[in-house]
């Protein structure tokens, strides 16, 4: 069964063979990798020219100009050939067996299978979401539960337009949130199949502007379906993307929303700031 990855990468360096070679190491080894090149002046291009010459399940293509993640996803989405596809950052990796255990684990009833990861840091590598767990919407619009990643029909992600290429953050969130409006609930698998790097030197979070105005987007395409305690949940995510203090009334009315144990993880990870009163 040919399972079609696809990545975008712009200006990435040697992180990108890392990438790649995880791909290529697959122990399903029906698969294609199709790499855009978005507009990339640091000899990316020479490198994936090297790839394709000396492994054909590699496919190669070229924005001149950059024109985003997104457009660069949804390009090699269009080029895949695959009945499934899913994606990988170009600074990320997927652990040996990722491809084989969602096609084994795989089933129609839910609009796609995404699986636990490693967050690994300088220190350590963390499993996170390491728990098998069937999203519905109204689980997702808490917040993402599909991490990064899905494994998904190709004409699932055609049929509900890819990724929204106007949008500015939250593109992932966005798309596999349409994706379960469209198919009803995801499954997430339980094992962490994918290492996500941190302070590897390249920016990973958005700024703060695009931060502030992808979830304005998020929230004009999806608020609608919201209760109160997801647009409480959306407040405090926000605020900690944008590391902003929390009023002690704003954080214990975020805490008592749900998802306590995610909230705590983020608040250890990047750290709590109290308004002064």
Known sequence: MLISVYMPTHNRGPLLRRAIDSVLAQTHQDLELLVVDDGSKDG???????????????????HEKPQGACAARNRAIHEARGKFVTGLDDDDTFVPERLALLLQHYDSQYAFICSGYFWVTQKRAQPTMCNDKVITLDAQLDANHATNQVFVERERMLAIGGFDEELVALQDYDCFTRLIKAYGPAFRLGQPLQNIFVEHGGQRISSQRKSRLGFARFMQKHGADMQRRQLINHAFWLKM??????????????????HLKMKLGH???????LKSS
């Not at 902003?244 to 704003?250: L, Y």
């Open 44 to 62: 990316t291009w020479e490198v994936l020219q090297e790839y394709m010459a000396v492994d054909p399940r590699v496919r190669a293509f070229r």
């Open 267 to 273: 608040l250890y990870r990047y750290g709590l700031k």
């Open 241 to 258: 993307r944008l590391q902003e203090p929390f009023s002690a009334a704003e954080l214990l009315t975020s805490l008592t929303a749900g």
